[in-house]
């Protein structure tokens, strides 16, 4: 913009001390200096402390975005100042002299634990949230079970690491009183809602506009960052444009990573391949907690996977240790579930000596779940008819031939002799495996199962259900206001979207389609793409449902004016939610168009239809009838539109069967994937080239998560991984071409049967590629195994070397 | 320097980047930033012939030099270069931000290379990173359009090739 300042952060290289005081004379006296802003300063005008979900139940964490008295984590914002020159950024935010008396450092959940150093002083413990899922005795039914396995499994932390680091530029408009804000987030009324709260004003006074991002995964989302504040405050400061741009190593310190989750399981099953109980210990590393802390609780949902498992015993402990806070990635807690239950049935199957796909055919719940009604999706259940598809690809026997061959070469003596094993893992799932449905009044899992389903305790199953609608509402991004009660889903709609009059949840989504003279369809979502296609699908969608040429239809979003209300895009909800909207909204045009037509021409409502953009009375094909045009003339009108609030009848994700091949070298710990096969169902495609999309993404992200990705800290808190290289997010080179193969069951619980698919081949690409890889493993040492992500080369090599 | 065809001057800071010349300075916003270590590749050019990290370049390196960016892959800044039509038909991008970069790394190979197999695209892709695409679509599109740009020049003889 035209005479922006660019502002910088002054960040922490401690992870935890003790501020004594911030010095900026030096700072200020730069000609380039304009403002600085520190904590202290947002107590003295009132701004609220970093917002934090109300569920699960959780300690209060009292921070600010910008540090007062203490920092509890590398990289956590101090200071902010704005500056004349981009080039003088760096040099300023230098010369901003801060003391600190540094802290004992809690970087571990074993440190935590122990309680020695305390994040936060009002707190008794480190511990942030703790929650079971029980059903049936799993204790009683292990110590008699004829199969039991037990794995300490986990994934590390790891970023959302999207191409385009944050980014914000803040226009404060005197006159209008209103501050214009770009920003990079997945949901445009969500930041708008946010910075009202924190800023106590009406949310019209933020006009949020979000352009062409690149890429979220779950770090654009609901998290509270400071630097969109801090830029309103400055600029409503100084009347500039202020602009700020994260450096990578900005967005590794501060932008929220996920996973950090481990998992002490033990699973028992009968003679008959039955899993009768599952037991784990879930422990989660939430860093000094954040605005979303319930990634774990839906690990927690997400570990049951597609099965029927009559005893249940799950324990989840969350810590708060000096590090940035978790969030959402890719997934958000559902590809740490799927991949604790995917790899130890992979265990289990060996241990019995069955195949896999076996082991999981013979504990898929049936087809249609207890409770399920005809609203529902039924894709969850479909996995046999996803695992026999795989089964049948020649690809499958081809692959199971090149495995032996491969193997029967390892370590022979003589010319053949090789080092190379492979290994092919497969896993199956979704994202939260069973119905969500809030108005479902009996959990799925809590039907007549063999084995004392029903001596579920009472208590947690009123706790389950609390999860489960509350876990969607806060999925949608900024909600900070604390008193929420669970039966107030929709109350969270309006203050999301206050003045706008619309109400909104996690399964419903904004949209608006007009018609104008000129034939031109407009639709005005309050989904938010960066990536996923959704200009594209929802264009077809109306295209389709209007019957007018695709490319007379453009799509609007990104705008908190243009289009008054929206939840977002994350969670694998787009299609489902936002285009449920846009096919809702678009019926409600057309039939409004018909009744006009009729009323102005005689012509039966029912007997219209239209066809290439224009009229047609398909009762009397040949009969004249005015074009869309003169119709708007007539009335008066430049455009029609109509409105829709959509809720879906119940959130659908799609589900997946996955296959993947690779080769370890068992020298050198390498790993290199060779095939990946998908077998998938996410309903009805709008558009197959952008599910595959989604999918080959997914996967790969997946297969960094398995293979590469770490933030790692050292004991000092330091983080070890600030840039791209160290970090390691897969190449070109590291990837493998991924092959999608489809069934089309549509979602009855979506208008235009999609089931959401953005997410499923990260969650269920984490156990394929893990159990491959120990696959391959077992054939160099029987017994060595890797459960831990991401199996790099030194954890591999440990694994061959020692015993397990 | 020239850049995409015409010639620009301009004053720098010393520390200048090229990357930020290129899109502080021409308002050459299509060359991106996704790091600050030359590893991402969304800031990939052509300067010289070469494909290079015009953030790992200092601006006044650049100077006198041949420079080509994504703005100047179109002919006339319309018609689509056969390699930006790949990409668009055979879903070669999500969310576009490393598609620039990746452009011009796949424009270079196809350059040197104009039949690469998969692994010689795997690897001339290599240094552009990608977290939207798995590199599938990528990896189609550059197929697509070796297909594309040796058809079109067995049949017109024309050189689609931009010129430096």
Known sequence: MEGQAYMGIVRTPFAHARIRGIDLSKARASPDFIAALTGEDLVKQGVTTVPQNQWPPQKPAKRYHLAVGKVRFTGEPVAAILVRRKNSLEDLVELVEVDYDPLPVVTTIEESKKGKTLIYEDWSDNLSQRNDVKWGSAEKVIASAPYVIRAKEGIARQGSTPMEPHSTLVQYKKKEDVYEVYATVQSVHGLRGQLASQLHLPEERFHVKVMDMGGGFGSKGAQSYPEPLLACLFSRMTGLPVKWTATRTEEFLEAASGRDEYCGITLACDMGGKIVAVKAEVECDVGVTGTQNHMSQLSLWSMLGPYRIPNVDLRLAVYATNKMPLGPVRGAGAPEGCYFIERAMNIMAQKMGIDPLELRKRNLSAERRPGDTDRKPSGEEDHVRLINDLISQPRYEELLKWRKDVNSRFKRRGPSHSNIVAGLGVSIGGRSGFGGDEDEEEHPESDESPGGGDSREGSSQEKAEQWQQDGSQSEKGGESKGEKENDEASSWGESENEGSGVELDFESEYGRVTLDRNGKVTVYTGSSPHGQGIETTFAQLASEELKVPLDRVSVVWGDSVLVPAGVGTFGSRSAVTGGSAVVDASRKLRAQLFARVSELTGTKAEALSISDGRLVNTSRPSAELPTIAEILERLGLAEMSAESTYKVSSMSYSSGVHLCALTLDAELGTVKILRYVVVEDCGTMINKKIVEGQLHGGVVHAVGGALFEKLAYDEQGNLLTGTLVDYGIPTALDSPDVEVFHEVTPSTGTLNGTKGVGESGTIVGYAAVMNALNDALSLVRPGARVDVAPATPDSILAAINQPH | ?164
Do not use: W
């Open chain 2, 1 to 164: 320097m020239r850049v995409n065809r015409k010639q620009h001057s301009g004053a720098v800071e010393p520390r200048t980047l090229l990357v930020n010349f290129l899109r502080d300075d021409l308002g050459l916003t299509g060359t991106h930033v996704g790091c600050d270590t030359g590893h991402c590749g969304a800031c990939t050019i052509i300067m010289n012939g070469k494909a290079v990290k015009s953030c790992m370049i200092l601006a006044v390196q650049a100077r006198d030099a041949e420079i080509l960016t994504v703005e100047g892959l179109a002919e006339d800044g319309e018609k689509l270069h056969p390699i930006q039509e790949a990409f668009m038909q055979s879903h070669g991008l999500q969310c576009g931000f490393c598609t620039p970069g990746i452009l011009m790394s796949s424009l270079f190979l196809l350059q040197r290379n104009p039949h690469p197999t998969e692994e010689e695209i795997r690897r001339g892709i290599e240094g552009n990173l990608c977290r939207c695409t798995g590199y599938v679509g990528i990896v189609r599109s550059v197929r697509a359009a070796a297909e594309a740009l040796s058809k079109g020049k067995a049949t017109t003889k024309k050189e689609r090739e931009v010129e430096y």
